[in-house]
């Protein structure tokens, strides 16, 4: 069966699509109230779901035992992309500081990088960690180019680059030819990390597609071809499963990427999507932060574990 599946949101492209959700899932819109949705991560430990509002300055807390959302971190340094570390801890893009941080077990905050070479950085973005410990962020200007999610500053990089803190502190810078680097995401493997570089935000015929590129032992990259572009809006914050297939977000939804690139079927959401993330606790379920609201559904793969 090809097409949309009436009342569910699942769009089938190519046969692989139909072995990735069960027929009588739907997508349920689980909040909404936000003016900009982004960064979701969740924790299995808890059964929550943390997620940025980026222009209301706050981080907020879906629990799963009872749907209740409140606000988990108010001023958040207008956050943006998280995830947590291999200890559970979470790691945190911030555009107003233009930091990384972690927030430990007795709730301080530690700066992970915010700086590169004695100059701020942009306004770190997505971020991402390997089972090495290191963090690979992207920092694209997006929080400094305007006030709505951040503060307007002159940049004091030289571009927008993707960087890896290893577990030791060291801090290097792994690209040098994104426009605006912004998701990103290993492989199960982590042979391949992902990138995508929405540059046609603010350049004619910029980018919309995400890169592939070979991970080195050393911690440098090799590659970056364009895996895909995308075809409705930009590919912002995505995850991998453990199949190796890429959900993206896009415009209309969400995009199912196969691990070659083609666009296999479509999570439809009624709302410009910013991020994903798989949850639960078989990593089976989808949360998606659309515009304003958060949604989730119920599919046939798992997520690959943080942790």
């Known amino acids: 069966m090809y097409g949309v599946i009436e009342g569910t949101g699942f769009e089938v492209i190519a046969p692989a699509f139909a072995d990735c959700f069960v027929g009588h899932a739907r997508v349920e819109r689980l909040w909404t109230g936000a003016r900009w949705s982004e960064g979701p991560v969740w924790h299995a430990a808890g059964r929550y779901l943390l997620w940025s509002d980026i222009p209301n300055n706050r981080i907020l807390r879906w629990d799963d035992s009872d749907g209740h959302v409140s606000t988990f971190r108010q001023p958040s340094q207008n956050a943006n992309g998280q995830t947590v570390d291999r200890q559970g801890r979470l790691i ?69 680059h993707v960087y890896r803190v290893a577990a030791d502190g060291t801090m ?17 493997d982590e042979s391949l990390l992902y990138i995508a570089d929405t540059g046609v935000t603010h350049h004619n015929d910029g980018p919309q597609h995400i890169r592939r590129h070979t991970v080195n032992a050393d911690g440098t990259l090799s590659g970056g071809e364009v895996l895909a572009t995308c075809t409705e809006g930009l590919f912002d914050g995505f995850r991998v499963d453990t199949a190796g297939r890429i959900w993206s977000s896009a415009a209309d939804g969400v995009h199912c990427l196969s691990p070659e690139g083609e666009l296999i079927g479509k999570v439809h959401i009624p709302e410009i999507v910013g991020n994903l993330c798989f949850g639960g606790a078989k990593l089976n379920r989808l949360f998606i932060c659309g515009t304003t609201s958060l949604y989730a559904v119920y599919l046939n793969v798992n997520g690959i574990s943080p942790v």
């Not at 893009?93 to 233009?98: D, G, K, N």
């Not at 590169?116 to 306004?123: C, Y």
């Open 92 to 160: 945190t893009c911030e555009h107003l500081t233009r930091r990384v941080t972690r927030t430990e077990f007795d709730g301080s905050i530690t700066v992970i990088a915010d700086r590169f070479q004695g100059k701020r950085l942009n306004s770190p973005n997505d971020v991402v960690v390997k089972s090495d410990g290191s963090i690979w962020f992207t920092d694209p200007s997006y929080g400094i180019l305007m006030d709505y999610e951040g503060e307007r500053a002159v940049p004091e990089q030289d571009g927008c």
């Open 172 to 188: 290097t810078q792994v690209t040098q030819d994104y426009l605006k680097p912004n998701g990103l995401a290993f492989s199960p």
